[in-house]
């Protein structure tokens, strides 16, 4: 059996996990689990599955969870709080596979634990590889851990590649293995079709009615600007050892087709099916077996048809910026993405409009582009400047 540890189990990532470990109680042990603040849920949880450990970042929480626990008669489970507890129950000697699904910088610290620690670490955290890049890849081939990528997208990839590449994340080299291209495919969101003028009118509710998929809110909001993508596209990079211009993003409004992989004999191999996470979930669990996932065959027979678009950057800036911090280097990187959580979480809260989510971040990548960062603490140390700029810029922008 496989001794799971789920870092952020009551997220979408996270429940989508235990729906699939659901299925095969014979394959999977579910040993440790995290969440931030959501204590019914994480009670439910540890009801069902009944870790050894389980983590709430707020220490209010973890009091009211383990009063509840009590309360229910359970108390074989070890209730602990902060930051630093994620990262012990990530290298935890009793846990073989890790599922990092904390959504944002806030999961870089626990996945690269994970990962030093040599474990199996199935890689839902984007904001990981996309704020620390090369260090984190370097920790991967220095401690030999498993490395497989949950995105859709980046698991399309991945199982579109052929074996030898699928066993050198991060570190492979596509070219000699026949690639050409990746095709990273985006849905478009929920405003491909609208009116440029219009976006400046959008609410958090519009924002986060994604088409297709269902996501935290975060999550809708990224793939509304199209940061989501550009944050895949600087993930892919590094996954998969490609120089931007090897990347190309593809509209496809369906998200059937989940990426694709272009080869240099003019060969196209794309991965399909319905847009459900379980699906990339148990591929990784199970890699390189396959099982039950609980999603539904395609049905090619009521499928829509397949429809392929280029970009319109200027709908997108966040794509075009994030394309651009990818060719600038890290510190453009790191910058964007601690600028975009900031300015996501101000328009969710209404306090400012949905154009300005992209004139925040561009305003903090200009200001940060040159910072070097050639360690985990340069990181975390910029991450926490830029979060201050941009909180500034939030407050000027206010409406």
């Not at 306090?351 to 004139?359: C, G, L």
Request: proline share 4%; charged share 20%; net charge negative.
């Amino acid at each position: 059996m496989q001794k799971l540890c789920i870092l952020g189990s009551t997220g979408s990532i996270g429940k989508s996990t235990l729906d699939v470990i659901r299925l095969h109680p014979e394959k999977f042990d579910v040993v440790s689990l995290s969440a931030h603040s959501s204590v019914d849920l994480m009670l439910a949880q540890c009801i069902e599955f009944r870790p050894k450990t389980v983590v709430m970042v707020s220490i209010e929480h973890a009091n009211v969870l383990a009063s509840k626990l009590l309360a229910a008669s359970i108390n074989d489970i070890n209730v602990t709080s902060g930051t630093c507890a994620l990262e012990t129950i990530a290298q935890d000697i009793g846990t073989d596979t890790v599922m990092a699904a904390i959504v944002g910088a806030s999961g870089l610290l626990p996945t690269l634990a994970a990962v030093k620690a040599g474990k199996k670490v199935l890689l839902a955290n984007k904001e990981a590889l996309v704020t620390s890049g090369a260090i984190f890849i370097d920790a991967v081939k220095q401690s030999g851990a498993q490395l497989l990528p949950i995105d859709s997208e980046h698991n399309a990839i991945f199982q579109c590649l052929p074996l030898n590449a699928q066993q050198q994340p991060g570190y492979c080299d596509l070219a000699d293995n026949g690639v050409s291209k990746i095709l990273l495919t985006g849905s478009g969101g929920p405003f491909r079709t609208w009116d440029n003028q219009a976006l400046e009118h959008v609410t958090p509710a519009q924002a986060c009615a994604h088409p297709n998929w269902d996501m935290g809110r975060k999550i809708s909001v990224d793939s509304a600007t199209m940061m989501n993508k550009g944050l895949e596209f600087i993930e892919a990079k590094w996954l998969f050892n490609v120089d931007p211009e090897d990347i190309q993003v593809v509209l496809h409004p369906q998200s059937t087709i989940h990426s694709m992989v272009q080869y240099k004999d003019g060969s196209v191999i794309a991965q399909m099916g319905n847009p459900d996470m379980r699906t990339p979930i148990a591929h990784a669990l199970s890699f390189p077996q396959r099982i039950e996932s609980g999603v539904a065959p395609f049905d090619f027979f009521t499928a829509k048809s397949f429809e392929f678009q280029d970009v319109d950057y200027i709908k997108y800036p966040n794509l075009k910026l994030a394309i651009d911090a990818c060719k600038s280097g890290q510190g453009a990187c790191t910058a964007l993405n601690a600028a975009n959580e900031v300015a996501v979480d101000a328009f969710l809260n209404e306090k400012i409009k949905f154009t300005d989510i992209a004139k925040i971040n561009e305003t903090s990548v200009n200001k940060f582009v040159s910072e070097k960062v050639t360690s985990i603490e340069d990181v975390v140390a910029l991450d926490r400047n830029v979060r201050i700029f941009a909180q500034s810029l939030v407050s000027e922008s206010e409406h």
